[in-house]
């Protein structure tokens, strides 16, 4: 038997690639590739219902989208959710890995308050955080008692409902960022925070202008895996708010869940599905054209 | 592999000694003051957790009130156990998970081994594609998801949950990085030796990633525990129902909102990984770290 040349462009070579990448390819094909078109194909027609099949409408379902208002409130709830978890997501996660990696006493143990949320199932977490915020007995309204404040139903009003489901979201996602600033906290070398320190830079000035651009690269990969998170995370609201009250809560995907299966208009869904891989999609071309450029200053 | 194998191991060596400098400490008022600030958003961050654990193992009497004094009892995880039938869910989410994993990891090593050293034309555009996947996840295809499943007649049935997941891009990604850098002089050595194509990957790839397998079950397996609104949409029955989805039916049907049983049932969901994270963490932290690092 004689050995043949590997790593080049060899005919057995080619045909031993293609089919140690078949299985994955057909899978790949089929449960995200095919959907993924097919979502655009079905958009363009009625759902089918009974014995009547489905039917081409062309662009009906996406006029009836933009005069659908809770895809507006959706869209826009998703947008707020978005902004509202990736910014204090982001800053806790930095100043949590910055406290971590300095001598501080009990630092193990701190770190392990932080990064418990990320293990927990987020079904769970929903009802954990369920019962604080529930009226009169939660535990966010018998520490307000305690200061004679009256009692909120965080989440059966309007005003608090979002804003308590983003606190919910931080809460399980900061400590997971944590260990990605951690680990870019290692690589920088000790030096250079000395070398400012000599130069007379003060502890603030050493954040901003040393560490804060240095750990730029991180911060990208937290920020494109936040923002795909946000309109990816929709557990917690099954369990909270069931996007309520009046939609104060629903985001993209839930939204797409409650018209694909429980009101079964499955073109329909179809349609908004369209919006959320635009949305995707976008995030995608940034990360590749336009931020991947600008982090690197090393 | 080796920038993230170097980034874990700083990452180790800082778990065993303290930071060299930090960059935060220096200055006793300034110690002192970032000591209690990071220790209160600790405390802050583990309430949720100890809030849980004091109503699931005190009567619901207690719920909502300390006592240091309260006595403890195991009976909310019984009427929990005995309400719903959790050890079933417990069973559908390990051989989920088991499934999922096991498909991954052959389908993955597979794929990384054919990107990683074969040249076949179509092969960059192919890897391009499968890179998709990283943004476009199948949580979020669940309509058409839906209806291919439909389709195939597998709704409600273990294998409809797993199918989606089984081919993932990143552990493609993950496995291609550690193969390459594997020197290639290994695998000549086996193909001499006589090793087939599926030889030199069992006998040369797959004992030397051992590790990066390892963080991405870890990674791959938490995943997928606490994985929901797929399992949802496609089972409908208690025989194939996952312990997510299970304990969603249960803490929606009426409890007489009694917190303490929803709170035992509750803490045995996130349980096995809990308790396995708390044994395991640095392995945990560390194989977050090197599954994250692209």
Not at chain 1, 69 to 93: M, R, Y
Not at chain 2, 24 to 36: E, F
Request: net charge neutral; aromatic share 14%; proline share 6%.
């Amino acid at each position: 038997m004689t050995a043949h040349p590997l790593g080049n462009s060899g005919r057995l070579a080619a045909i031993h690639g293609w089919l140690l990448l078949l299985p994955a390819a057909v899978l790949l094909a089929a449960f995200t590739h095919y959907p993924a078109v097919a979502t655009f194909w079905h958009s363009l027609f009625t759902t089918p219902r009974g014995n009547r099949p489905a039917r081409f409408i062309g662009a009906d379902h996406y006029r009836d989208m933009l005069a659908d208002p809770i895809f507006w409130t959706a869209l826009q709830n998703n947008l707020i959710f978005a902004a509202g978890v990736i910014l204090p997501s982001i800053a806790l996660a930095m100043t949590m890995a910055l406290w971590v990696n300095s001598r501080i006493p009990g630092r193990g143990l701190l770190r392990l308050a932080y990064f418990t949320p990320t293990v927990l199932p987020m079904i769970a977490v929903a009802n954990i955080w369920l019962f604080f915020y529930t009226p009169d007995y939660g535990l966010f309204d018998q520490v307000r008692s305690l200061f004679g404040l009256p009692t909120v139903n965080w989440l059966g009003s309007s005003d608090t409902a979002l804003g308590a489901v983003i606190v919910v979201t931080v809460w399980k996602e900061a400590g997971f960022f944590m260990i990605f600033y951690l680990a870019a906290l290692q690589q920088i070398p000790p030096e250079l925070g000395e070398a400012a320190q000599l130069e007379g830079a003060s502890r603030w000035q050493r954040f901003w202008r040393v560490t804060f651009p240095l750990l730029m690269p991180t911060t990208l990969f937290v920020l494109i895996n936040a923002t795909i998170n946000a309109f990816r995370l929709v557990d917690h609201l099954f369990v909270m708010t069931r996007g309520g009250p009046d939609n104060a809560t629903t985001l993209l995907l839930y939204y797409i869940y409650e018209v694909g299966f429980k009101f079964w208009d499955q073109g329909y869904a179809a349609a908004l599905t369209m919006v959320l891989l635009l949305l995707l999609a976008t995030v995608a071309l940034l990360k590749f054209f336009w931020l991947e450029r600008k982090v690197h200053y090393q | 592999m080796s920038e993230s194998a170097e980034l874990s191991r700083s990452l180790v060596r800082s778990i065993v000694s303290p930071a060299p400098t930090g960059m935060l400490a220096d200055g006793r008022i300034d110690r002192t003051l970032n000591t209690i600030a990071a220790w209160t958003l600790g405390l802050l961050w583990l309430t949720p957790l100890l809030y849980a654990v004091w109503t699931a193992f005190h009567p619901s009497a207690y719920s909502t009130r300390f006592d240091a004094f309260a006595p403890l009892t195991l009976e909310n995880f019984h009427a929990a156990l005995e309400a719903a039938p959790f050890p079933r869910y417990f069973l559908n989410t390990s051989i989920l998970v088991a499934t999922i994993l096991a498909g991954q990891l052959v389908l993955g090593t597979l794929a990384a081994y054919a990107f990683a050293r074969f040249s076949f034309p179509g092969r960059d555009i192919a890897f391009a594609l499968v890179l998709i996947q990283l943004m476009i996840m199948p949580d979020v295809l669940v309509v058409e998801n839906y209806r291919s499943i439909h389709t195939l007649g597998l709704v409600d049935t273990i294998p409809a949950m797993a199918l989606p997941y089984m081919a993932s891009a990143f552990g493609i990604f993950l496995l291609r990085q550690t193969f390459k850098t594997i020197p290639n002089e290994l695998e000549e050595a086996a193909r001499i030796e006589g090793c087939g194509t599926l030889g030199v990957l069992w006998r040369v790839y797959v004992p030397l990633a051992k590790p990066t397998y390892l963080a991405y079950a870890l990674v791959s397996v938490s995943h997928h525990w606490n994985n929901f609104l797929w399992p949802l949409i496609i089972t409908n029955t208690v025989e194939t129902r996952p312990i997510t989805v299970g304990l969603a039916v249960f803490a929606g049907t009426d409890q007489g909102i009694d917190w303490a049983i929803i709170t035992a049932a509750t803490l045995l969901a996130s349980g096995p990984l809990l308790v396995a994270f708390l044994l395991f963490q640095r392995q945990f932290v560390q194989s977050f770290l090197r599954a994250g690092i692209r």
